[in-house]
């Protein structure tokens, strides 16, 4: 075996442990994490996505993120995509809500993140979101007091 065979088998063996672990921490996350391609299409998504919004990961990946956002934050996160293309403030953190499959809202904290290959070019993007509504629920009675 040369050692061009054996520096690709290690490095295939690298990116798939750290595939693995990076897929182990969104699993274990108390967050809901989804991760988009560059076209705004959904390619992953973690247990607390499928808990929240009802709908499976099947159900999900390959839609347009566009089809579980609320249509008032849709041109926002549009405008975060031309951004983040232009190489401009390449992560991000803002509220938005999402549409769970009964027709609900969730409102939440979303933190997107680029996914990088060693040229810088952006493959894909990270999203942890928090769930809002308790906090909402308990500022809404702080309010009526």
Do not use: C
């Amino acid at each position: 075996m040369s050692s061009l065979d054996e520096e690709k088998k290690s490095q295939d063996r690298e990116n798939n442990s750290r595939d693995f672990h990076y897929r182990l921490l969104a699993e274990r996350s108390f967050d809901l994490v989804m991760v988009q391609d560059i076209d705004r299409r959904i390619v992953y998504v973690n247990n607390v996505w499928v808990t929240a919004l009802g709908y499976t990961s099947e159900e999900s990946i390959g839609k347009p993120v566009t089809d579980f956002i609320s249509s008032e934050y849709i041109e926002a996160g549009k405008l975060r995509n031309q951004k983040r293309r232009k190489g401009e403030n390449k992560s991000f953190q803002y509220e938005l809500e999402l549409i769970t499959k009964n027709g609900a809202k969730i409102p939440v904290e979303a933190h997107s993140s680029p996914i990088q290959v060693e040229d810088g070019e952006i493959i894909e993007v990270i999203i942890v979101a928090k769930d809002l509504r308790e906090k909402k629920k308990t500022q809404a009675a702080l309010n009526d007091n």
